[in-house]
């Protein structure tokens, strides 16, 4: 027993947490070890047990200005005070239209009609529902399959999922039921390296055969996050833009992860300097603090929509434009272009090739790379998620692997002792891995 009353207290929360509560991707038999978060400040989660750990994951892709930063606290309690809520059917408020502002100035030129939503699956279903109405508005009654590439990671609601990696995305549970799309082969030819003109056979062909019952064709734009942590060569994305001008499909860039800076550009699609047509965004929209994603269309998409039967765009969340989240947003965006991200990007992916380099050498390091403020390092064999996380914890550090993948991608506003403490974290950790 132990007995320290905040610590019994804790036992007892994660005790009711072990037998009811549901978390990401696991079981209610047998759930992988959950640690109790005190509190969390800069790049510092604290533990239950008093611990502080150096988060490297930025709760997936979100946070990428540190937790509790003064600036978008104050902006959510100043929201609060006056306006937490109000439905956006028939009511406007300033945070929607302030956030609009800024997402139609920031994201490329041509994007200016945006749908808020609450979550990043959601905004993909969005824009999946504006690429089906767009092609029913100008009457191609055939095109309403979608395309992508394999690796890729779209969210967990019934479309989004249709467009995740088959065998990732674990497609075999859900058939019959899941709407069956076509995929062709992942990229290979990597970021940094030579392009390999033959990598466009495949959805050339695919396009060639298929673009009569074609309405769009979705992905990541040069970072696969969740589907397998890969950066491909931007020569390919400028392929796809050019394939679906001519085919006539739509194209949809998912920057969920990537929005914001992470890859080193505000968005990934401008490596390539790619314009989609749809471009979906969320996790680093409000730094972190709210749930909150965006679809943004081109004015021909949005007035397509329009200007047919039924002269609508058949969506409308309860808490669609939900003006804490939208203030937060903003506050956020503010943040990042008086922060100078691109140089805090540009030497948290210098910090992370020189820390991880040493993984390089390990026998059961498949590739190490890193984008931005992205390190990856790929192993041979997946790794066993519970004892490497115990191992990251016992060390300081917050990482959370998948698969054979051991990756960090930091809050921006990270130190350089803190980045390297992590990277040594990750290559003591690889280096017990067998
Ligand atoms: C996380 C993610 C999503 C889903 O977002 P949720 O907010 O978890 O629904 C979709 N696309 C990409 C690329 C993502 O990384």
């Not at 990934?268 to 996790?283: F, N, R, T």
């Amino acid at each position: 027993m132990t007995t320290d009353p905040k610590l019994s207290e804790w036992e007892e929360l994660l005790d009711f947490d072990r037998r009811h509560l549901w978390h990401p991707y696991t079981s209610m038999i047998n759930p992988l070890p959950v640690y109790g978060v005190e509190s969390a400040e800069g790049v510092r989660i604290r533990l239950a047990d008093g611990r502080e750990l150096i988060d490297g994951m930025a709760s997936w892709w979100s946070v990428i200005h540190g937790y509790s930063h003064p600036r978008l606290v104050g902006a959510l309690q100043d929201q609060a005070a006056s306006l937490s809520h109000v439905m956006f059917g028939g009511l406007g408020h300033k945070p929607a239209v302030e956030l609009g502002r800024r997402l139609v100035d920031l994201t490329p030129a041509g994007l200016d009609k945006v749908f808020f939503c609450d979550s990043g699956s959601v905004a993909v279903e969005v824009a999946m529902k504006m690429a089906l109405q767009y092609h029913h508005a100008r009457g191609n009654k055939d095109k309403h399959q979608f395309a992508t590439i394999r690796s890729g990671y779209h969210g967990d609601t019934f479309h989004a999922m249709s467009v995740c990696d088959p065998v990732t995305g674990m497609h075999h549970l859900f058939s019959g039921v899941l709407p069956r799309y076509h995929f062709v082969p992942r990229p290979e030819s990597s970021f940094g390296g030579p392009w390999d003109g033959d990598e466009m056979q495949p959805l050339r062909k695919l396009l060639a055969d298929t673009h009569r019952s074609l309405c769009a064709l979705i992905l990541e734009p040069i970072v696969q996050g969740a589907g397998g942590m890969r950066f491909y060569h931007p020569r390919y994305l400028q392929e796809v833009r050019d394939l679906c001008d001519h085919y006539d499909v739509l194209l949809i860039c998912d920057e969920i992860a990537t929005g914001f800076g992470r890859s080193g550009k505000m968005f990934a699609s401008e490596h390539s300097q790619v314009v989609p047509d749809i471009l979906c965004l969320g996790k680093a929209l409000t730094g972190g603090m709210l749930s909150l994603a965006a679809t943004l269309s081109t004015d021909e998409v949005a007035r397509t929509i329009s200007a047919a039967e039924p002269g609508v765009f058949m969506h409308g969340p309860t808490f669609m434009a939900n003006p804490l989240a939208c203030r937060v947003a903003s506050e956020s965006i503010d943040l990042l272009l008086e922060s100078g991200w691109r140089q805090l990007v540009a030497n948290i992916e210098q910090c992370l090739e020189q820390g991880l380099q040493p993984c390089c050498s390990l026998d059961q390091v498949a590739d190490v790379r890193c984008l931005g403020a992205i390190g990856v390092v790929e192993l041979h064999k997946p790794v066993s998620l519970a004892s490497m996380q115990k191992r990251f914890v016992d060390r300081g550090v917050w990482v959370r692997p998948f698969g054979t993948l051991v990756y960090v991608m930091p809050p921006y506003c990270i130190a350089a002792a803190d980045l390297d403490h992590l990277c040594r974290a990750v290559v003591e950790v690889v280096a017990l891995e067998n």
